[in-house]
């Protein structure tokens, strides 16, 4: 067991005593057969759940729509009734399951509605009024990945129309790339700034600011494939490096470890996706992917010995 | 947290769709009924999940059930690249055959039909799909 490894490390490294490492390991020892238990539960409520949905389903078409609505409607009362104590009590593991389902529930409840009154709206409209409706909900959640959700929902309901000509122009044009990837920076710079002061009410800035570099990094691995060939796509290459560059430098910078990386990974996989695109031959692909890792791992021995800002990782990373 | 603050604003959704659901109740049990001639927009794909989507056929619609006598064309459906495009929920294991009714309604004579309720001004709600002057599972029925 890793914790296992540690607390012995720790013992003899004279952190904790050799009582306090058996302490220690009994009660993760319980807290895990604790989870095992949550975790059948859980299993089986799903299974329940599930199975109860399914019949619904079975069965929907002969169910009469003023029973649909008054269910779901009941049910929906019921979870905000559960997440109001819930949130108030900050209970934070239940409340966030009751805060994600009352968000879903707004949107089902919409579909139900479009459905029986049989009314023509297509996804923006949908994913507007959802997102807008359900907003209350995210705000008093924690957890980053349904605000990161909820990000995605909401920028879906703009116009595709638009959304399409301003990717078919950055497709074609390299100052179109670099707006882009500067726009959506900048949006991150500002996301992280009002997270600073609104993080401890809301976690949708910060959500916001990871959605933005998302997108940014969506748009550099799409250099690959969009600039067919000639200088433009060099440029777009060197765009390109030059962005996860500055994002490593800033990792450095800040001394933030996981995001160096999280990007030293993406250059990796942004060098392979270049051979993948250029060769389309898994085998030349592969070759050139090696020598890249090699002239990497050369890059980081020379600056290993030259660089400060290396060095100062090394201080860090003990 | 205050509990009443948080519950003002957890209901306040559930508050506005309800509304909303009762709004369209009354909308859709109140308005004028008008009958629209309907046709397919996409050959190759009438159906689209559980929905039948349909354009509104004006030139055969009575448009002397509307003020003026002067069809609401802009008022109906809404508006897509290929038009206006209609919908009316279908369950699943009718889908097909209505399909197959559809695409023979020349053939066979058939003429499909979409009951609105009407405010002028207002989303014309469709309550009642109708196959040569019948409601469509009825036509199912007696195919």
């Not at chain 1, 008054?70 to 559960?82: E, K, M, N, T």
């Not at chain 2, 957890?10 to 008008?34: R, S």
């Amino acid at each position: 067991m890793k914790i296992a490894n540690k607390l012995q490390n720790w013992v003899e490294q004279g952190l904790i005593s050799q009582s306090q490492a058996e302490q220690i390991l009994l009660s993760e020892k319980s807290n895990h057969s604790n989870m095992v238990w949550k975790w059948m539960y859980g299993i089986a409520g799903l299974f329940i759940g599930l199975g109860i949905i399914l019949i619904i389903s079975a069965n929907w078409d002969d169910i009469p729509a003023s029973v649909k609505l008054f269910g779901d409607f009941a049910l929906w009362a019921g979870v905000i009734y559960a997440a109001v104590k819930n949130v108030a009590d900050k209970k934070s593991k239940v409340s966030e399951i009751l805060l994600v389902v009352s968000f879903l529930l707004v949107g089902a409840t919409i579909g139900l509605i479009g459905q029986i009154f049989n009314l023509s709206g297509g996804w923006q409209s949908f994913a507007m009024t959802w997102s807008l409706l359900g907003l209350p909900y995210v705000f008093f959640s924690r957890l980053l990945s349904f605000n990161f959700c909820w990000n995605i929902l909401f920028f879906t309901s703009f116009n595709f129309n638009f959304i399409e000509r301003v990717l078919n122009y950055i497709n074609q044009h390299l100052d179109g790339l670099i707006m882009a990837i500067a726009v959506l920076s900048l949006l991150s710079y500002a996301g992280k700034k009002l997270d600073e002061s609104a993080n401890k009410y809301t976690l949708l800035p910060k959500a916001f600011q990871c959605f933005s570099m998302f997108t940014a990094y969506v748009l550099v691995f799409s250099t690959c494939f969009w600039y067919n060939a000639g200088i433009i796509s060099l440029m777009a290459y060197i765009v390109a490096f030059l962005f996860f560059g500055v994002r490593m430098f800033m990792a450095v910078k800040t001394q933030d470890m996981l995001s160096f990386k999280r990007n030293a990974i993406a250059v990796e996989v942004y060098i392979f996706l270049i051979f993948v695109s250029r060769f389309e031959n898994l085998l030349l692909s592969g070759f050139g992917f090696v020598l890249a890792g090699l002239a990497v791992l050369a890059l980081i021995y020379s600056l290993r010995k030259t660089s400060k800002y290396i060095k100062t990782m090394e201080v860090f990373h003990g | 947290m205050d509990k009443k603050f948080l519950a003002l604003l957890f209901f306040v959704p559930f508050l506005a769709l309800l509304a909303w659901a009762m709004w369209l109740y009354v909308q859709q049990a109140t308005g004028q009924e008008v009958k629209v001639v309907v046709t397919g927009y996409d050959p190759r794909d009438l159906l689209s999940g559980h929905y039948i989507q349909y354009t509104i056929d004006w030139e055969k619609t009575d448009c002397n059930q509307f003020a003026d006598g002067k069809c609401p064309e802009k008022e109906f459906c809404k508006e897509e690249r290929w038009g206006r495009q209609c919908r009316f929920y279908i369950p699943e294991r009718n889908a097909q055959e209505l399909n197959r009714m559809f695409w023979r309604r020349n053939d066979t004579d058939r003429v499909f039909e979409v009951i609105y309720s009407y405010h002028k001004g207002s989303e014309p709600l469709a309550k009642q799909l109708l196959i040569n002057g019948k409601d469509w599972r009825e036509s199912l029925e007696n195919k």
